[in-house]
């Protein structure tokens, strides 16, 4: 764990061990926690919760790891180590969501899912900031796309095993077995992931940091936190799709359909995540960042506008798909152009707090907005924010 990585060099390919060994990690990390979170809306229904239960379980989750993505990010920029963060990050997620097969009420559920989503938050900047250090600045879309692609499609995979178990298994049973995959990319990071030794920086202060990161990132970050505060967790897509197939096809059906078109979603997600990134290494970065943002905002004017069967679902999902694919890609490659190597934990750190902060206002405001109006006021909520920081994004890019 503490062996150090050669200097990258313009012969190194950017696919190495590194980028092979986080990927590896996100892969089975994502196959354990997204096929608990595929199976999650319909436990909470059969714990007997509402809508507003989803929204607060996912809000307050994100808020916690956002509050500790800038402290860790800080940290690793500070103690010069980044690996064993991002180590301790991916086993508090791995035995979270085995956790959940012991819970009895939506306010345990909410306990659990906070301190996974601790793990999540600890492990991404430090993680992040790692992979940008291992490739070269002329391959930061192909790294960050590859990396998400390999994330996704555990996230295809977890939610197609969870489609398969239900009609076998209890969903107590299909959380205790992703203790397996969470364990696996615990020692995917542990063995193959090298870091190159640095130099600690006790002298670099946590506020300091923030201030001193570039005035173009901080930028970027408001549009980037404009978009975050309509952009909720995609778990509240698989439980409008259950209430609004269940009339029709009957709860297990309807529960089940759900998780396929989420599946659906995450199988385009990991299909565009490298071709969108690597476009990224050609084109602008921000239009692609925009154009995904806009997609969001259709996503959502969907939801409102049409009647929510099974064809408009299948869409909704899809244009899910390609937005968590432009986001996610390109959110991390553009940051890591505009942020000097000294602060990219911290930068990092930063741009997961203004997700995370997001994600918590959002999940929160749609859960709220869909129990006390109706679904179309929840999802018109995000359609707005969402297309203001599509507009945001695209007047930095001209910027």
């Known amino acids: ?26 892969f089975f990390s994502d196959f354990g926690h997204e096929m608990a979170t595929a199976a999650l809306p319909a436990f909470l229904i059969s714990l007997g919760a509402a809508p507003f239960a989803l929204g607060t379980i996912e809000g307050v989750s994100d808020a916690i790891s956002s509050t500790v993505k800038l402290l860790s990010g800080w940290l690793s920029d500070r ?17 979270s969501t085995g956790i959940f097969g012991f819970t009895t009420s939506w306010l345990q559920v909410l306990g659990i899912r906070s301190v996974g989503w601790f793990g999540r938050g600890i492990r991404g900047p430090a993680r992040d900031a790692l992979l940008a250090e291992s490739v ?31 009609p076998l298994i209890t969903y107590r049973q299909l ?38 990161l570039p005035v173009r990132f901080k930028i970027f970050l408001i549009a980037v936190g404009i978009f975050g505060i309509g ?25 089940h359909v759900a998780i396929m078109l989420y599946v659906l979603h995450n199988v ?41 069967g099974i064809w408009v679902l299948a869409l909704v999902f899809v244009l899910g798909g390609i937005l968590l694919a432009a986001e996610d890609a390109m959110e991390g490659a553009i940051a890591a152009s505009l942020l000097p190597e000294s602060l990219r934990g911290s930068g990092y750190g930063a741009m997961a707090t203004v997700n995370g902060i997001g994600d918590f206002v959002s999940s929160l405001a749609v859960g709220a907005f869909w129990t006390a109006v109706s679904p179309s006021a929840g999802f018109g909520y995000a359609a707005v ?8 994004m695209w007047r930095v890019k001209s910027r």
């Open 79 to 95: 103690i010069g180590r980044r690996k064993p963060i991002a180590i301790f990050g991916y086993f508090l997620t791995g035995i």
């Open 175 to 212: 959380f205790w077995i992703t203790f397996v995959p969470g364990m696996l990319a615990t020692a995917a990071f542990a063995f193959m992931v090298r870091e190159r030794i640095r130099t600690p920086n006790h002298g670099l202060h946590f506020f300091a940091s923030i201030r001193n």
């Open 231 to 255: 952009d909720f967790a995609h778990s509240l897509l698989i439980l409008r799709a259950t209430q609004a197939l269940t009339p029709t096809m009957g709860a297990a059906r309807a529960a």
């Open 268 to 308: 385009l997600y990991a299909g565009f995540a490298y071709p969108v990134g690597a476009l990224g290494d050609r084109i602008s970065k921000r239009s692609i960042l925009a154009i995904g943002y806009l997609l969001g905002a259709i996503m959502s004017a969907v939801l409102v506008f049409f009647s929510p």
């Open 385 to 392: 924010l969402m297309g203001l920081g599509a507009l945001a």
């Open 136 to 166: 070269e600045p002329r391959a930061y879309g192909r790294a960050f796309g590859f990396h998400r692609a390999a994330d996704t499609i555990g996230a295809v995979a977890g939610p197609l095993a969870a489609a398969l178990l239900i």
């Open 1 to 26: 764990m503490n062996e150090a990585q050669p200097e990258l060099n313009k012969n190194n390919h950017w696919l190495n061990r590194n980028v092979l060994g986080m990927g590896l990690a996100s």
